[in-house]
């Protein structure tokens, strides 16, 4: 009962460390995200509204990005302080050796496997698609801090609008307007919203516009309402690989042999399976005996492996596009990895106390 009490105190610190370091970054990470993409409200007429939702759908792949290196370092950071609180000790009087808290840790690590790859095939595809819904359905807004005067704005597709005047309340002097084969001049403006909808009421100007003879007609107007709705932000709306879901890379990769296609499905088969592999080098930290070992030099070169292994699973996935050789032994290092890894560790431990 004891030993199954410290068993599921060490998962829950485990867990805990890791959720909690996994927040922390993805917070960081996502509200920087954040800020870059603020442009899209000042630059391509993305209301706050649509901004909001397409950034909240970019957590998920946010957090998929992060997992394996938060794993790492809520794993090592753990294994760390159990050792210099002398906690590890208490486990090894209970009954408990170093060499079951390794399999408690790599039990841990096949838990957090599934939880990867649920979101590297699920969750963050799909949030990210419906992230590039949200921009595909959405309308051009917030006209007037998109007019910026004496300056040629093309916040939309096929559209440029100069103002020589703005004075930031919805009031506007000497408008041109270039629309395709359309070109309207106006003494003043006024920005208007109608049901939600932005609108440019023009006042005493004129329209010259080419038709299909290339002629050109000129039609004069004390007032008239010009319509942005009917206009698309340039923001790009069709999804990308990271987007479409498992069965579409599957059946496109078929037809056309995208090597970024590949890359895509490798990315999320295999990433989550190097999470036993890294938790499994991260568990050399476990061993204590200091005066076979300086632990201290020997904690970092294991950090520093499991490191530079994320950084080579990165380079891998890469090269297993372009090269079959590379392709083969990304397919097989994760299990051969996993076992090899284990063996040397059990071999490890137990030398430990002789």
């Not at 759908?57 to 957090?63: A, H, N, Q, R, T």
């Not at 023009?202 to 004069?220: A, C, Y």
């Not at 991260?282 to 300086?294: I, P, Q, T």
Request: net charge positive; proline share 2%.
């Amino acid at each position: 009962m004891f030993k199954n009490k410290m068993k599921n105190y060490f998962i829950s610190e485990v867990l805990k460390s890791y959720f909690f370091t996994l927040t922390v970054l993805s917070l960081l990470i996502w509200f920087t995200q954040a800020a870059r993409l603020l442009n899209m409200i000042t630059e391509s007429g993305v209301s706050i509204e649509v901004y909001t939702l397409y950034i909240f759908f970019l957590l998920p792949k946010v957090i998929s990005q992060l997992m394996i290196i938060s794993l790492l370092i809520s794993l090592f950071l753990n294994i760390t302080k159990f050792n210099n609180n002398k906690e590890l000790e208490i486990y090894w009087l209970s009954g408990i050796s170093k060499q079951k808290i390794s399999n408690l840790i790599i039990k841990i690590s096949f838990f957090l496997s599934l939880l990867a790859f649920i979101f590297y095939s699920y969750l963050a595809p799909l949030s990210g698609l419906k992230s590039r819904e949200i921009l595909a359905n959405s309308e051009f807004s917030l006209i007037n801090t998109l007019v910026k005067k004496n300056n040629f704005n093309s916040p939309l597709k096929n559209l440029t609008i100069f103002v020589n005047k703005n004075d930031n309340k919805g009031n506007l002097e000497k408008i041109y307007i270039f629309e395709n084969k359309k070109t309207i001049i106006s003494k003043k403006g006024r920005v208007l919203n109608i049901d939600q909808k932005n609108y440019l009421e023009l006042t005493d100007g004129i329209i010259h516009e080419k038709n299909s003879n290339n002629d050109i007609s000129t039609i004069s107007f004390e007032k008239t309402l010009y319509d942005f709705t009917k206009f698309k932000t340039q923001v790009i709306t069709t999804p990308k690989v990271q987007e479409r879901d498992f069965a579409w890379l599957i059946s496109e990769y078929f037809k056309t042999s995208n090597p970024n296609i590949l890359y895509e499905i490798h990315k999320r088969i295999f990433k989550p399976l190097f999470i036993p592999f890294i938790s499994i080098i991260c568990c050399f930290a476990l061993y204590g005996n200091n005066e076979k070992m300086n632990l201290n030099k020997s904690r970092i070169i294991i950090f520093s492996l499991s490191t530079l292994l994320i950084i080579f699973i990165e380079i891998l996935l890469n090269l297993s596009v372009v090269n079959i050789f590379f392709k083969y032994f990304l397919y097989f290092l994760p299990f051969l990895g996993c076992l090899i890894s284990f063996l040397c560790l059990k071999k490890y431990l137990l030398n430990e106390n002789k």
